[in-house]
């Protein structure tokens, strides 16, 4: 039975129409017309951003390497894992975090391997994380980072980040999504 056989879902809705709210550099608000399950029509606006890639990138001594960067959004400095969209020219999603790494903290990794993937906030976005391991990470060159983008490399002991992330020290969720689902892998 293929997905256009399967009886859809009684809890999914229909979208009747959609169309571009609002559209800047990084994301668009798209505005939907939907019906529900119990006929009601009504709308719904959501964050389409495009897939990401976010990597616990570990030096040959076994330190993370995070960044520090501003968040306009909560109005302070945030601490995290290095992390970036999925962009037309990357081959493939291992691409991506390669060239993220690169382009944020000037780092290169010997390896990059995928280990989980989450929708961090389905009922508002319509985004996917792509968490990779990244092992042999050395400084090697120079940050190229976006018109947009503030940001200060660090590193620190993955017992040091854990523990930051249990404290409720680092408030970054995709960070602290990663660093726990990688703990209990």
């Known amino acids: 039975m293929t997905d ?23 994301f668009e608000i798209a505005h939907e017309d939907v019906r529900l399950p119990d006929g009601t029509e009504t709308d719904f606006d959501y964050l389409v951003d495009d897939p990401a890639v976010v990597l616990l990138a570990f030096t040959p001594d076994g330190d993370v390497v995070l960044v520090e960067e501003w968040r306009q959004a909560v109005g ?54 792509h968490y990779f391991l990244a092992e042999g990470c050395r ?14 490399v660090t590193t620190q002991s993955y017992d040091d980040l854990l523990a930051a992330v249990r404290d409720g020290e680092i408030r970054d969720g995709r960070t602290a999504l990663g660093v726990l689902n990688h703990e209990l892998g």
């Open 4 to 26: 256009e056989d399967s009886p859809a879902d009684p809890l999914a809705w229909e979208t009747t129409s959609r169309s571009v709210a609002y559209e800047c550099p990084g």
């Open 76 to 129: 302070r400095v945030n601490r995290g894992l290095p992390a970036g969209g999925v962009e037309d020219e990357d081959a493939n999603l291992a691409a991506a975090a390669h060239r993220e790494l690169t382009e944020e903290t000037g780092y290169e990794a010997d390896s990059v391997e995928k280990f989980a993937e989450f929708e961090p906030t389905n009922g508002v976005a319509d985004a996917v994380h």
């Open 139 to 152: 400084p090697t060159g120079e940050q190229d980072l976006d018109f947009n983008e503030s940001i200060r």
